[in-house]
């Protein structure tokens, strides 16, 4: 089993920064990918930016250039940094671990940008 628990989402005002958090404990493997996805109200969960352990990434075309996700694997950690945040970017933000074929999520932040 694998836990994660994620930090650092809030309110901010549009053009503003956040910085989210993502601690992965268990049972964790070396081979793994960390993401952050987000569903906003009404509509699907949906891949916001995902990286590899060997640090290969890739982005939602609508977070390219304002958003960067980094991770540290010596601390089971990912984060995600949010630049010039759009109220569109309102949703709630869930951390995703995949390893062996199998998928664990954490119980998401809310990040909510207002105009």
């Known amino acids: 089993q694998v836990q994660l628990v994620e930090s650092g989402g809030g309110l901010v005002q549009a053009g503003g920064s956040l910085r989210l958090s993502c601690a992965a404990s268990?049972?964790?493997?070396?081979?793994?990918?960390m993401g952050w996805y987000r569903q906003a109200p009404g509509k699907q969960r949906e891949l916001v930016a995902a990286?590899?352990?060997?640090?290969?990434?890739n982005y939602a075309d609508s977070v390219k250039g304002r958003f960067t996700i980094s991770r540290d694997n010596a601390k089971n950690m990912v984060y995600l940094q949010m630049n010039s945040l759009k109220p569109e970017d309102t949703a709630v933000y869930y951390c995703?671990?995949?390893?062996?074929?199998?998928?664990?999520w954490g119980q998401g932040t809310q990040v909510t940008v207002s105009s």
């Open positions: 268990g049972t964790l493997f070396s081979i793994n990918i």
């Open positions: 990286i590899t352990t060997g640090g290969s990434t």
């Open positions: 995703n671990h995949a390893q062996r074929y199998r998928n664990y």
